[in-house]
């Protein structure tokens, strides 16, 4: 059984370019969270999909980010020309069952991110 | 607000030696509590979760973590940390009626022979 599979590892953008990151959860997950980690930092919530629906993006800068989880493929995190600030690792987690319906184990599984450094 | 406090930024241990990693959280009722473990470049494995019950939980690696509902405390031990357990440690909470998992700022740890 695959884990959460986040691709590209790395990627390099100049500012002003796009940036598609793509994360494909753990077989039989259907619940998708967006995480961004910047350097000496915690993890920052972004954004809480289940397919083909944003449950929460409360953590999701208002412009220039936008996040997808279609019903095939992969879940998508979009961000629009890309600013230095942008540089940052994006981890992806799945989970069989939100949070708000925890009755198994509830954890997330992650990634292994993807780190944008942004020229 | 929910935050999560983790005040050890940096803490470095010999090997063999004990290990308490400090976690503290502000929210109105028990969340559901976790520890994870990165490795550099790596993502997020979880050490171990409380959900109920038994307030000491035991997790993988040699790991264990005490709840603590009058300090709101989640601490994570090891009565003997080896080399490989070098890595940054994140607590995080998730509220029973939410959809987010608030995670601290990390603890780096850091392990001398």
């Known amino acids: 059984n695959a884990g959460v599979m986040q691709n590209p590892r790395h990627l390099v953008r100049r500012r002003g370019q796009e940036a598609r990151l793509r994360c494909s959860p753990m077989?039989?997950?259907?619940?998708v969270y967006w995480y961004r980690q910047l350097p000496e930092e915690g993890l920052k919530f972004m954004v809480y999909l289940q397919k083909e629906n944003i449950i929460d993006e409360s953590g999701m800068p208002k412009e220039r980010f936008s996040a997808e989880f279609p019903k095939e493929g992969p879940s998508i995190l979009r961000i629009q020309q890309v600013v230095r600030g942008d540089s940052a690792a994006y981890f992806c987690?799945?989970?069989?069952?939100?949070?708000?319906?925890?009755?198994?184990?509830?954890?997330?599984?992650f990634g292994e991110g993807s780190r944008l450094t942004v020229l | 607000a929910q935050s999560v406090t983790q005040p050890d930024i940096h803490i470095t241990v010999s090997e063999g030696a004990s290990l308490e990693l400090r976690c503290n959280y502000s929210?109105?009722?028990?969340?559901?509590l976790f520890w994870y473990v990165q490795s550099p470049g790596q993502g997020l494995q979880l050490l171990l979760k409380y959900f109920s019950g038994d307030t000491l939980v035991q997790g993988i690696k040699g790991f264990e973590a005490e709840f603590k509902r009058s300090q709101s405390s989640f601490n994570l031990r090891k009565p003997s940390v080896h080399w490989c357990d070098a890595a940054e440690y994140f607590c995080a909470v998730a509220p029973r009626n939410g959809n987010q998992f608030y995670f601290g700022t990390g603890t780096s740890l850091t392990v001398i022979p």
């Open positions: 929210y109105g009722a028990t969340p559901y």
């Open positions: 987690a799945s989970s069989p069952r939100g949070t708000g319906d925890i009755t198994n184990t509830g954890e997330l599984f």
């Open positions: 077989k039989g997950h259907s619940h």
